[in-house]
């Protein structure tokens, strides 16, 4: 049971990985902006698939999602 999420997080996306880690670490929507130095509304955004916008935050993400040089292929995938 600890081990189940009643939410699944579609991993394959970059808003599904992004809702996957921030739950991983147990934070909300609001710790984790505060960890990228961001709004609330730019990641709730994230979340719901907007687009990343400014190349700082896409550098910050892949830190916060440990997959440095892979997020420009997922944000392409997204954009397609």
Do not use: C
Not at 6 to 13: F, N, V, Y
Not at 39 to 61: F, I, L, N, S
Request: charged residues 30%; without cysteine.
């Amino acid at each position: 049971l600890l081990d189940y999420d009643p939410e699944p997080s579609d991993t394959g996306t970059l808003a599904g990985r992004l809702v996957a880690k921030r739950r991983e670490l147990g934070w909300s929507q609001r710790e984790a902006a505060r960890s990228l130095g961001i709004d609330p509304g730019t990641w709730a955004g994230w979340e719901q698939g907007e687009r990343v916008k400014r190349e700082a935050h896409r550098r910050a993400m892949e830190g916060f999602l440990e997959t440095p040089g892979q997020l420009r292929n997922l944000l392409k995938v997204a954009a397609e």
